[in-house]
């Protein structure tokens, strides 16, 4: 197989898994107008369509998918095989990319890398912050982060974090001119703000529960953020309640910047999990950073 066609399967492997040549071609480190000319020349010497293109997605053909599920495990495996080599070197090294939310990545993941980096100079971490449930696989990255309840079964999950609970909680001026509420179904009558989910593009549904029940509320009020440090800023300025985890909250609730209501309707739940597919084999320098990451109570 001349070498051209085996780099112009991996560019056509690409698209087909990120679904879109914007994507495929930042992962490849090429431009858009060169992936889609390399495709267009594999599809002319193989005489068929791979791909069918629209203004909003990329999906293979039949023959697309055809060809996608004969190569891709091979492709895989040379890339399995490739990164095992570093275990032949005296030291781990090799670059290592996870997905993760804001909040995991400022409370879980930075404070070990910070840590960790510095005692294996040959290994590089790309850390990606986006708070939508990425596919891992599709967008290449090695493993993401996500609540223990939301890790798909396939995935190989490791806790790197104890057990969570969220906070719902408002400025003490605030609640001296609205009476605090005692049920969940008493923040109809309040100011809440909002967080706008990246992947549905609704907002947050908040969860409570008390005594084996649960209770999912939608809250209503005048603002709404898709950052958790700025909802955080417009409950302790007093604009309404906010519902956060207890964590991020827990400096200013003994500042006094804010105060918890309904403690006794949040319970614990999973906390974060650092994910990968089950069929990974892990490089020495990724075993060696899952190690890191793992919680120990």
Known sequence: ?????????????????????????????????????????????????????????????????????????????????????????EKPAGTIRITSSEHAAATRLWPVLARFLPRYPDIKVELSVDSGLTDIVAERFDAGV?????????????????????????APA??????????????????????RLPTLGGFYIWEFEK??????????????????????????AGFGIAFLPEDHVRAALAAGRLARVLADWSPYFPGFHLYYPSRRQPTPAFALLVEALRYRA
């Open 174 to 195: 605030y609640l001296a001119r609205h009476q605090a509420p005692q049920t969940p179904h008493d923040l109809a009558r309040h100011d809440c703000i909002n967080l």
């Open 1 to 89: 197989m001349a070498r051209d066609t085996l780099s112009d399967l991996t560019a056509f492997l690409e698209v087909a898994r990120a679904r879109s040549f914007t994507r495929a071609a930042a992962g490849l480190g090429v431009s858009q107008s060169a992936l889609s000319q390399t495709i267009a020349g594999l599809e002319a010497r193989l005489g068929v369509r791979l791909l069918t293109r629209t203004t909003r997605s990329v999906a293979p053909t039949e023959a697309g998918e055809r060809l996608l599920a004969g190569i891709a495990p091979h492709l895989d495996g040379i890339a399995v095989e490739l990164a095992a080599m570093g275990a032949l070197r």
């Open 211 to 236: 005594d084996g029940r649960a209770l999912n509320v939608r809250v209503e009020g005048r603002l709404a953020f898709n950052n958790t440090a700025l909802i955080t800023q417009a409950a302790e």
């Open 146 to 170: 996500r609540l223990g309840e939301q890790v798909e079964k396939d995935m190989v999950a490791v806790r790197i974090g104890p057990d969570m609970r969220m906070a719902a909680v408002a």
